[in-house]
């Protein structure tokens, strides 16, 4: 069940994708924040409706047991809100989308697996692929700034921005994969549903900071229901991390970079939502990493 787990995952997070980039508003620079609020909000309703429906009991400690991944991917998530502000170059980098190859190398390098020939291809034939995917999309966004009519802002046009973000966000979110492996799947540290009300609590208490933080401090206004499209992100960002949890929690090492395509799905749903085409090369790279999927999918079997 790891494989179609992690394929929901995929399949909610390149959706959650696509909303936050229409969310994302580059003259807000707040934009990132308000993200963080949402995302927290939707994430302790979740968690609050998942434990009352199932019948669990929490234990706060667990948040605190818990915390170095929290912290991890929460802070990686917040960089990656900021560095939408940035996307008019930044967008789709290949360094960001390299989370995925960065935790199995890590969970291969520091525990004992025995991956198959199919599972070894699947795996490089997928991170690859997310590679190539977002080399396009780079170009395809360098072009359409050079084709616009009007000056862009020269803040959006700095590769310092453009390289920090994804880069931190890789490593951040690679170390934080890398870290889940290890409570969920290798030394089982903590339980799947333990694991995931402790992130999702985590994530709201954070909302609410955030919130106090931009309300009293910086007195910005904040109207949730204006905030529609960001909450579509944070319904899909909370629903792959449901099913996340438990794809991490069978088979870390091929679930992380097969989830990190995430971003071919959000090419894809791009083109159905926002009626954008895609060209013969990027056809050929999302064929390449369907290719992927369906090894790792055939490897689950065998």
Not at 106 to 123: A, R
Not at 179 to 192: H, K, M
Not at 222 to 251: C, D, H, P
């Amino acid at each position: 069940m790891w494989f179609v787990f992690a394929l929901l995952t995929a399949l909610a997070w390149g959706g959650a994708d696509l909303f936050y980039k229409k969310g994302s508003d580059s003259h807000d620079r707040y934009s990132h924040i308000k993200i963080v609020i949402v995302v927290g909000l939707v994430m302790g309703i979740h968690a609050t409706a998942y434990m009352l429906i199932q019948g669990l009991s929490f234990n706060p400690i667990d948040m605190l047991r818990y915390l170095p991944v929290s912290a991890l991917y929460i802070l990686s998530m917040t960089l990656g809100y900021i560095g939408l502000r940035y996307m008019e170059l930044s967008i789709a980098s290949p360094v960001q989308n390299s989370s995925g190859a960065v935790t199995a190398i890590l969970l291969f390098i520091f525990f004992t697996h025995d991956l198959s020939l199919i599972e070894i291809l699947g795996i490089a034939i997928i991170t690859c692929g997310v590679v190539g995917i977002a080399v396009l999309e780079k170009r395809a966004e360098h072009e359409a700034l050079q084709n616009h009519s009007t000056q862009i802002d020269r803040k959006y046009q700095i590769g310092f921005m453009a390289i920090t973000f994804p880069i931190l966000y890789c490593l951040i979110d690679g170390l934080g994969t890398f870290a889940d492996g290890i409570y969920l799947d290798e030394l089982n540290l903590i339980s799947q549903d333990a694991a995931l009300l402790a992130y999702e609590f985590t994530f709201f208490i954070c909302a609410v900071l955030a919130y106090t933080y931009l309300k009293f401090v910086k007195k910005q206004p904040f109207n949730l229901f204006r905030e529609r499209v960001k909450g579509y992100a944070a319904i899909l960002e909370t629903t792959g991390q449901f099913f996340y949890v438990f794809a991490m929690s069978s088979n870390a090492i091929i679930a992380a970079p097969l989830i990190a395509s995430y971003s071919i799905f959000s090419v894809i749903l791009s083109r159905i939502f926002l009626k954008e085409r895609l060209n013969a090369k990027q056809y050929a790279v999302v064929m390449i990493v369907i290719v992927g999927i369906a090894l790792l999918g055939l490897a689950d079997e065998l």
